[in-house]
């Protein structure tokens, strides 16, 4: 089997145990059988949990009526997490919702491997909570539905990843019905079956996929065989066909800088990450946020990178492909030396994650802390949406018209020029004014960013 390359961080590592007990009375680790396995073969979510944490401590009603209603959402929290109203704030998406463009009639399609069993018991949890509406949630399984094996940590790490996916997709777009299309399994060939069938059938306006792997590594078993018909032109051939359809397709970068897992899983490559890599493809780097964290009032950002405190596999990915040349639109950025990436950036700190229900592996109505690239390609996906029905109509390959309005729109990105992704001592990009391949174009204000998007089309 190929190793997985999971991009999603739901990340809580063990050296922040004793600060969430302080600031989290309720919190606990959990089994290790929900921490997702580092070495197995196929593409990985941008999901670590080394493991993550249960939240259960609400707030005291004072701070609930501002906002808050866990522990790590009042300010003075030593471990601060963010809930729906905080990250809509922050960015910009509230002002879009608050118009009436929350993705109604617009389609979100999340990719994902295996499945999660209690899905809708989780994002109805989730709904209630943080007092969202009630979702259309389609569920399709393409290739069959795999058995859910609670003892499996791969499935365990893929269920914690479509538990974030989901609800984060749903939070930025809440009108948006959403598509859950699952892979039987992590190999790439069946993620890209999945993705074919949801390309073909065009099941959505917007496409988010939070796994990736290095780019040589892609089709490959971890024994060095390959699997047919899985190449990264054949794939490069399906994000074509989304683009003639006028589909909108995001792919997390990753969560260890410039590097990627060697196909055989061993040790660390320096490697752009695939499918985020592919030009037609918006990848999504991560930056951290600092906002209040009751309100979400904007603060500051910076490259994502706790390796100090969660290891090598905390880092916003970012880097330059070694298989596609600089596209039309970076050529505008100076010599480059081929497709660089992240194009954009978003959220992805662990102390500063976002909350998220998931209960495959734990007690129904459990909250925990995520964090990681994968959770800015759904959110990314989400306010995409809103801008599509802003637009009347699907906006397709975006990546032409993001660096435009970046050279042209002041305002409409939140430019990070500070920060820097070198992981494990190996390679690594220093954030600057402009585009940089630690944070890309920035994170997004949504407000002018819509505008702006909406009026390219």
Same mark, same amino acid.
């Not at 501002?66 to 963010?82: E, K, N, R, T």
């Not at 390959?226 to 051939?237: F, I, S």
């Not at 490697?271 to 946020?289: E, F, Y």
């Not at 990681?372 to 990546?399: F, H, K, M, R």
């Given at each position: ?86 990250? +809509? ?70 269920? $914690? ?40 059938? +065009? ?37 074509? +066909? ?45 930056? $951290? ?23 090598? +596999? ?64 759904? $959110? ?39 920060? $820097? ?37």
């Amino acid at each position: 089997m190929k190793r997985s390359t999971r991009r999603a961080a739901v990340v809580a590592a063990a050296a922040l145990t004793a600060t969430l007990a302080a600031s989290l009375s309720g919190a606990g680790s959990v089994s290790p059988s929900a921490a997702p396995a580092v070495a197995r073969s196929g593409a990985r979510p941008a999901v670590s949990a080394n493991p993550p944490h249960l939240v259960t401590e609400r707030a005291p009603v004072s701070a609930k009526a501002a906002g808050a209603l866990f522990g790590c959402q009042v300010p003075g929290a030593s471990v601060v997490c963010y809930g729906p109203q905080q990250i +809509r704030k922050a960015y910009g998406i509230d002002t879009l919702i608050n118009a009436g463009y929350g993705g109604q009639g617009k389609t979100v399609v999340i990719v994902d491997a295996y499945q999660s069993p209690t899905i809708v018991a989780d994002l109805a949890a989730f709904d209630q909570v943080f007092g969202l509406p009630d979702p259309n949630l389609q569920i399709v399984a393409p290739d069959g539905l795999t058995p859910f094996d609670p003892a499996d940590a791969n499935m365990a790490g893929w269920a $914690q990843e479509i538990s974030l996916d989901v609800q984060w997709a749903h939070a930025t777009a809440p009108g948006a019905k959403i598509v859950l299309a699952l892979a039987k399994s992590n190999n790439d060939s069946d993620l890209q079956s999945a993705l074919s069938y949801v390309v073909d059938h +065009r099941l959505g306006d917007v496409v988010s996929q939070s796994f990736g792997e290095a780019e040589k590594c892609y089709g490959k078993n971890a024994d060095g065989t390959t699997q047919p018909g899985t190449t990264l032109a054949a794939q490069h051939r399906i994000f074509a +066909r989304a683009a003639a359809q006028g589909m909108t397709v995001f792919a997390s970068a990753g969560d260890s800088g410039s590097t990627e897992l060697s196909c055989d899983g061993t040790h660390s490559i320096l490697s752009a990450s695939t499918p985020a890599s592919d030009p037609l493809v918006t990848s999504v780097g991560g930056t $951290q946020l600092f906002a209040n964290p009751t309100t979400g009032t904007y603060q500051r950002e910076v490259v994502w990178n706790e390796e100090k405190t969660f290891g090598a +596999r905390a880092v916003g990915g970012g880097g330059f492909s070694s298989v596609y040349a600089v596209p039309a639109f970076q050529k505008s950025l100076g010599s480059l030396p081929s497709r660089g990436v992240p194009d954009v950036s978003y959220n992805a700190a662990i102390n500063g994650g976002v909350l998220v229900a998931y209960s495959a592996t734990a007690p129904a109505g459990s909250f925990y802390l995520f964090g990681g690239t994968s959770s800015g390609s759904p $959110q990314w996906a989400g306010i995409t949406a809103d801008i599509a029905q802003l637009n009347q109509g699907s906006l397709g390959d975006i990546n032409p018209a993001l660096y435009q309005i970046a050279r042209k729109t002041p305002g409409a990105f939140h430019d990070i020029t500070k920060g $820097q992704n070198g992981s494990g001592g190996i390679g690594g990009f220093t954030a600057g004014t402009g585009w940089d391949a630690a944070s890309g174009l920035g994170t997004p204000q949504v407000g002018a960013l819509a505008l702006a998007l909406a009026g390219a089309r």
